[in-house]
């Protein structure tokens, strides 16, 4: 490391002096300063003793946001970068590097609700069916460790909904805005008997986003849940639930139109091809979970079916899946016994089956050509240089598909001493992909024109990735405020579906992390540092070639190593200062970075370079504001650094600065009204900036100054 590495002119201590004023002197603690988390062991437990990186978005910051999108919540938070192209329920998520290469959607990450998988076999999730008026808060578990992750080496995010035992909480909202932004949600819950709870929740979201072209969303969404107490103590919570969501996904900007952006605030009429991306899905979800304690034991299981079908346009082609059925069980149970100490056994089964039968790909119908004369003996061909309508055309490709997976995990939770924690446990999951295609035509991407198969091609693919994702953490308390922890574990990631179709030698990643940090918890401030250096072998790597295509494969060795911070300090009664920070340091240790030319493929190694789209420097200030009266207030600003656009590290985009949001407030008695405006300055400036092996960027432009107005009537 250099002398100028933030890793080592950023001691522990001058961090703790800037929020504490002091030393490692002990104060005194009342026992609800912690927040409890399940995410990282499967075990309730204070943040404080968690053997791992792990932040938590409580109740009452959700309810400082209008919650149109999950990254209401969780932007801001330290090593974790997230933001909407479209500002309805799509995110792009990265935690500490994964997750970058995903064009839509997120990758390399889990996500979980109430204990059960959003996230397929092959680590893509889905945020379409979260009703995010329905959180009561979100635990993000950082890089691997965690007992729920199968196959994701990004972390965990755990999203947990309102219980429907929780009492109080029946209500009714309504909120409007600029750019055609609405927001209805009711929720009702009562008891049928002593034994028997009912509860009935339901949203719509919708906005136009008129400030560009194609970039509307609306969400509908109902849920029932019923909660039985048996007289044995044990609990039965199910939970049915329909959502359909439709999402438009507008087109990238080039350079120059990205500058007229700038200056007017609007996209319109870009050069981009494919100006009719989005998903349009509809999902059935069911799930149902067991908990029972018979002495020392407790169980629970938990079965989960879900069925969605989509409509998906996106680059080059149409996606039509008719349905796919998801079936799951995870199989837990925690027992306490004396092994060193007071301790701990949680393990359990996990199986899981996706299947789709008949999926079909289509060409564009309506689309706008010129006469393409490519070089060579090539024929001419009319080159598509715009769609008019997402209407399928000619029949491209059907598909069939199996993803399985089967996993067991145990970890050991011991306490030796009062002070000590010491985790280790593992996962072993098997992951099978089981895909049957046959292809009539492609797009291809030298003449930007569809070509069709003389005799259709049958391929079938079946391959099968084994992940060993063992752990130990060890955490000590220095006193009843600081704790020290370190960790090392392991995870794997595989490649999605389409990946693998796209280049079948692609291997599964194996990320190994290293890291120790400092927390503190009193009455009237709280800290968590961390630092931590991660390798990731054979790590799958966005290949970006000319006209916007993506390709992928396995660099040799990728190094992450990185710092993160984060605090609170009370400045009075009722005033809270917030402070965020993130220091990440990626580059490729080992990668021969295949680009196209033509026909041909030519290595160029890009070993020593930085992994491009992570900023080196991310932090976030918040004030929170909360009076006796009614009162509250919130104000959050947030700043992603430059970064490199592509693995050539040829330019950087200067990223953004002090990106504001306001909420005020003001409840009294059942009633509660919120005004919240996002990008408060009116910025004009890019959630991404892409630039492919040829030199031509891509922009995907940040939403304007929007506000909203919510009223919320609370009733027993």
């Given at each position: 490391?250099?002398?100028?590495?933030p890793l080592?002119v950023?001691?522990?201590?001058s961090a703790?002096?800037l929020?504490?004023?002091?030393?490692?002197?002990?104060?005194?603690?009342d026992?609800?300063v912690?927040?409890?988390?399940?995410?990282?062991s499967r075990?309730?437990?204070a943040t404080?003793?968690?053997?791992?990186?792990?932040?938590v978005?409580?109740?009452?910051?959700?309810?400082a946001?209008?919650?149109?999108?999950?990254?209401?919540a969780?932007?801001?938070?330290?090593?974790?970068l997230?933001?909407?192209?479209?500002?309805?329920?799509?995110?792009?998520l990265?935690?500490?590097g994964?997750g970058?290469?995903?064009?839509?959607?997120?990758?390399?990450?889990?996500?979980?609700?109430?204990?059960?998988p959003?996230?397929?076999p092959?680590s893509?999730?889905?945020?379409?069916?979260?009703?995010?008026?329905?959180?009561?808060?979100?635990?993000?578990t950082k890089?691997p460790?965690?007992?729920?992750?199968?196959?994701?080496?990004?972390?965990t995010?755990?999203?947990?909904?309102?219980?429907?035992?929780?009492p109080?909480?029946?209500?009714?909202?309504?909120?409007?805005?600029?750019?055609g932004?609405?927001?209805?949600?009711?929720?009702?819950?009562?008891?049928?008997?002593?034994?028997?709870?009912?509860?009935?929740?339901?949203?719509?979201?919708?906005?136009d986003n008129?400030?560009?072209?194609?970039?509307n969303f609306?969400?509908?969404?109902?849920?029932?849940?019923?909660?039985?107490?048996l007289?044995?103590?044990?609990?039965?919570?199910?939970?049915?639930?329909y959502?359909?969501a439709?999402?438009?996904?507008p087109?990238?900007?080039t350079e120059?139109?990205?500058?007229?952006?700038r200056?007017?605030?609007?996209?319109r009429?870009?050069s981009?091809?494919?100006?009719h991306?989005?998903r349009?899905?509809t999902?059935?979800?069911?799930n149902?979970?067991?908990?029972q304690?018979i002495?020392d034991?407790v169980?629970?299981?938990?079965f989960y079916f879900n069925?969605w079908?989509?409509?998906h346009?996106v680059?080059g082609?149409?996606?039509?899946?008719?349905?796919t059925?998801?079936?799951?069980t995870?199989l837990?149970?925690?027992?306490?016994?004396?092994?060193?100490?007071?301790?701990t056994l949680v393990g359990?089964?996990?199986?899981r089956l996706?299947?789709?039968d008949?999926s079909?790909?289509?060409e564009?119908?309506?689309?706008?050509?010129v006469l393409?004369d490519?070089?060579?003996?090539?024929?001419?061909v009319?080159?598509?240089?715009?769609?008019?309508?997402?209407?399928p055309g000619?029949?491209?490709a059907?598909?069939?598909?199996a993803?399985?997976?089967?996993?067991?995990?145990?970890?050991?939770?011991?306490?030796?001493?009062?002070?000590?924690?010491i985790?280790?446990g593992?996962?072993?999951?098997?992951?099978?992909?089981?895909?049957d295609s046959?292809?009539?035509?492609?797009y291809d991407?030298?003449t930007?024109?569809y070509e069709?198969f003389?005799?259709?091609?049958?391929?079938?693919?079946?391959?099968?990735?084994d992940?060993f994702?063992p752990k130990?953490?060890?955490?000590?308390?220095?006193?009843n405020?600081?704790?020290?922890?370190?960790?090392?574990?392991?995870s794997?990631?595989?490649?999605?579906?389409?990946?693998i179709?796209?280049?079948?030698?692609?291997?599964?990643?194996?990320?190994?992390?290293?890291?120790?940090?400092?927390?503190?918890?009193a009455?009237?401030?709280?800290?968590?540092?961390?630092?931590?250096?991660?390798?990731?072998?054979?790590?799958?790597?966005?290949?970006?070639?000319?006209?916007?295509?993506?390709?992928f494969?396995?660099?040799g060795?990728t190094?992450?190593?990185?710092?993160?911070?984060?605090?609170?300090l009370a400045l009075?009664?009722h005033?809270w200062l917030?402070?965020?920070?993130?220091y990440?340091?990626?580059?490729f240790?080992?990668f021969q970075?295949?680009?196209r030319?033509g026909?041909?493929?030519?290595?160029?190694?890009?070993?020593g370079?930085?992994?491009p789209y992570?900023?080196n420097?991310q932090?976030?200030?918040?004030?929170?504001?909360?009076?006796?009266?009614?009162?509250?207030?919130?104000v959050?600003?947030?700043t992603?650094g430059?970064?490199?656009?592509?693995?050539?590290?040829?330019?950087k985009?200067?990223?953004?600065d002090?990106?504001?949001?306001?909420m005020?407030?003001?409840?009294?008695?059942p009633?509660a009204?919120?005004?919240n405006?996002?990008?408060?300055?009116?910025?004009?400036?890019?959630?991404e900036?892409?630039?492919?092996?040829?030199?031509?960027?891509?922009?995907?432009?940040?939403?304007p100054?929007?506000?909203m107005?919510t009223?919320?009537?609370?009733?027993?």
């Amino acid at each position: 490391m250099s002398k100028n590495n933030p890793l080592i002119v950023f001691p522990l201590t001058s961090a703790l002096t800037l929020f504490t004023g002091q030393a490692f002197a002990a104060d005194t603690v009342d026992q609800d300063v912690d927040t409890i988390s399940v995410t990282a062991s499967r075990i309730e437990r204070a943040t404080k003793d968690v053997t791992a990186s792990i932040s938590v978005i409580d109740e009452k910051r959700i309810g400082a946001e209008k919650m149109s999108n999950i990254k209401d919540a969780i932007k801001g938070t330290p090593g974790v970068l997230i933001d909407s192209k479209n500002g309805g329920y799509d995110s792009r998520l990265i935690i500490r590097g994964a997750g970058q290469k995903a064009n839509y959607g997120v990758r390399e990450i889990m996500v979980i609700r109430d204990g059960v998988p959003m996230t397929d076999p092959d680590s893509f999730s889905r945020f379409d069916f979260i009703d995010t008026q329905d959180i009561e808060r979100v635990e993000i578990t950082k890089g691997p460790g965690s007992l729920y992750g199968s196959g994701s080496s990004g972390g965990t995010i755990h999203i947990i909904s309102k219980s429907v035992f929780d009492p109080g909480n029946n209500r009714i909202k309504a909120g409007i805005g600029q750019e055609g932004q609405n927001n209805l949600h009711f929720r009702y819950g009562t008891d049928i008997n002593d034994s028997n709870v009912l509860l009935i929740t339901g949203s719509h979201r919708a906005a136009d986003n008129d400030w560009r072209e194609w970039n509307n969303f609306d969400t509908q969404q109902l849920s029932v849940k019923h909660g039985l107490m048996l007289d044995n103590g044990a609990t039965l919570e199910t939970e049915l639930s329909y959502s359909q969501a439709d999402l438009q996904l507008p087109g990238s900007m080039t350079e120059s139109e990205f500058e007229t952006f700038r200056v007017t605030g609007e996209q319109r009429n870009t050069s981009s091809q494919w100006q009719h991306s989005g998903r349009y899905s509809t999902i059935w979800f069911f799930n149902t979970r067991y908990e029972q304690e018979i002495g020392d034991l407790v169980l629970k299981p938990r079965f989960y079916f879900n069925n969605w079908d989509h409509f998906h346009p996106v680059t080059g082609k149409i996606n039509d899946n008719p349905g796919t059925n998801v079936f799951g069980t995870d199989l837990e149970f925690a027992y306490k016994h004396q092994l060193w100490g007071e301790s701990t056994l949680v393990g359990g089964l996990t199986a899981r089956l996706d299947k789709t039968d008949d999926s079909k790909q289509y060409e564009y119908a309506d689309v706008t050509t010129v006469l393409y004369d490519p070089p060579g003996p090539a024929p001419a061909v009319n080159q598509i240089v715009r769609t008019n309508s997402d209407r399928p055309g000619a029949l491209l490709a059907t598909e069939d598909a199996a993803n399985t997976l089967f996993g067991v995990f145990f970890q050991e939770s011991m306490k030796p001493t009062e002070q000590w924690t010491i985790d280790a446990g593992f996962r072993f999951d098997r992951m099978n992909f089981n895909i049957d295609s046959t292809e009539y035509g492609e797009y291809d991407w030298g003449t930007g024109s569809y070509e069709t198969f003389a005799t259709p091609v049958v391929t079938h693919t079946d391959t099968t990735f084994d992940l060993f994702s063992p752990k130990l953490g060890a955490s000590y308390a220095l006193n009843n405020v600081y704790s020290l922890y370190g960790m090392v574990a392991q995870s794997g990631q595989v490649p999605s579906e389409a990946e693998i179709q796209s280049n079948p030698s692609l291997d599964a990643a194996t990320a190994r992390n290293i890291e120790i940090g400092l927390k503190a918890r009193a009455r009237e401030w709280n800290l968590d540092l961390s630092l931590y250096r991660t390798t990731v072998s054979d790590e799958i790597v966005s290949v970006l070639q000319p006209s916007n295509q993506s390709e992928f494969q396995n660099a040799g060795e990728t190094l992450k190593k990185g710092f993160e911070m984060s605090g609170r300090l009370a400045l009075g009664k009722h005033l809270w200062l917030g402070a965020n920070y993130a220091y990440s340091d990626y580059t490729f240790s080992d990668f021969q970075e295949l680009v196209r030319t033509g026909p041909t493929l030519n290595a160029i190694d890009r070993s020593g370079n930085q992994i491009p789209y992570v900023p080196n420097h991310q932090y976030s200030l918040s004030l929170d504001y909360n009076h006796p009266s009614g009162f509250r207030a919130r104000v959050q600003a947030d700043t992603w650094g430059s970064y490199y656009m592509d693995n050539a590290n040829t330019e950087k985009y200067d990223g953004y600065d002090f990106l504001t949001s306001l909420m005020l407030g003001y409840t009294k008695g059942p009633h509660a009204i919120s005004f919240n405006v996002d990008n408060l300055f009116d910025k004009r400036y890019a959630t991404e900036v892409k630039k492919d092996t040829s030199g031509d960027k891509s922009y995907s432009a940040g939403a304007p100054r929007t506000a909203m107005l919510t009223y919320t009537y609370t009733f027993e």
